[in-house]
């Protein structure tokens, strides 16, 4: 059973913009945090940023440049992740996941469910 749906990847051309979504509503218990990961070709899935129920965000070493923007909206049951000029480098299968932590943190193992991913395309 799907439990994670994520929506809003595409191709687009390098300095665009793009708003992923992550529809949790199917989640019995959604007090935890959320993540986004991304796995690029040919490399291992990485930490992007996460979302405690509260709203407060943490995000990984390579995504506090600004063009990474994640919250969400407990009352959609939707988590967001806004990209503002992307980068041939940002082609990657995006992934949201749900912690078994309050406050979520950047390991996979603390992640007990994930979507399907969303893939994103940057062409320069």
């Known amino acids: 059973q799907v439990q994670l749906v994520e929506s809003g990847g595409g191709s687009v051309q390098a300095g665009g913009s793009l708003l992923l979504s992550c529809d949790y509503s199917?989640?019995?218990?959604?007090?935890?945090?959320m993540a986004w990961f991304r796995q690029a070709p040919g490399k291992e899935r990485e930490f992007v940023a996460g979302?405690?129920?509260?709203?407060?965000?943490?995000y990984g070493d390579a995504f506090v440049n600004g063009r990474f923007i994640a919250t969400r909206d407990n009352v959609k049951k939707t988590m967001y992740l806004q990209i503002h000029n992307l980068k041939p480098e940002d082609t990657a299968i995006y992934y949201c996941?749900?912690?078994?932590?309050?406050?979520?943190?950047?390991?996979?193992?603390?992640?007990?469910?994930w979507g399907q991913g969303t893939q994103v395309t940057v062409s320069s």
């Open positions: 199917a989640l019995i218990i959604t007090l935890y945090g």
């Open positions: 996941a749900q912690s078994t932590q309050r406050l979520p943190g950047d390991s996979e193992r603390e992640y007990d469910y």
């Open positions: 979302v405690s129920w509260s709203g407060d965000r943490i």
